[in-house]
């Protein structure tokens, strides 16, 4: 691990991480899953240009923006229900995490430094694939955390992160955050978190004007 990051992650009291395309490059997967859906549902056939422009955001939100896209209707909670059915029974297997996860989390875990997942995605999928890559037992169980339900927001926990978090009670500025969108990490600025590292991928490009430190997707 390069002495930069390490460094930056013992300054820190916390660390949060988004999940989809932060700790493994989920996007190709979902898109795929997506386009199967919506395309037996629907009879559209997803373009991934449009795609991009859905990444970071929940799913009740990118599907009021596709069928703007799109001119098609979406009933948002079956089409949700059969992604999450099919997500769970294929992604951890599918999808493997970034080789450098595991490694930041062990350095968590020397330092005593809570770890949390703080997610759009839904918590059942999540659990399912940090299980199977081998990372559930790096975090404590409150500690992962969904924002699916709507009851509050990212936001929300990166501006209170002590009323969040089990084990933290320090203050938003006390946080490191790694995070692969640049739309969520100008909210977490603005809500005082106190460094990013931003996890870089084709899908982000100019996400380096944001972060203290940049660590690739794909490869170290």
Known sequence: ????????????????????????????????????????????????????????????????MMEADYGITIDSEPVMKEYFSLLEAEEPSAVQPYPWVKEVLQVCREQSIPASILSSGNRGVICACLKAWGLYGYFEEANIISVSAGIFTKPDVF?????????????????????????????????????????????????????????????R
């Open 1 to 64: 691990m390069e002495k930069e990051l390490r460094q930056l992650i013992g300054s820190a009291r916390a660390c949060i991480f988004d999940f989809d395309g932060t700790v493994a490059d989920t996007e190709t997967f979902h898109f795929g899953l997506y386009q199967r859906i919506l395309g037996r549902r629907c009879g559209v056939t997803l373009d991934w240009p449009h795609w991009l422009h859905y990444i970071g955001r929940t799913d009740p939100d990118f599907h009021r």
């Open 159 to 219: 501006a209170e992160p002590a009323r969040y978090l089990k084990g933290f009670d320090g203050t938003s500025a006390d946080v490191l955050l790694f995070e692969d969108s640049i739309h969520t990490i100008e909210k977490a600025l603005a809500c005082g978190i106190g460094a990013v590292a931003g996890v870089t991928h084709k899908y982000n490009q100019g996400i380096e004007t944001y972060c203290r430190i940049c660590i690739e997707g794909e490869t």
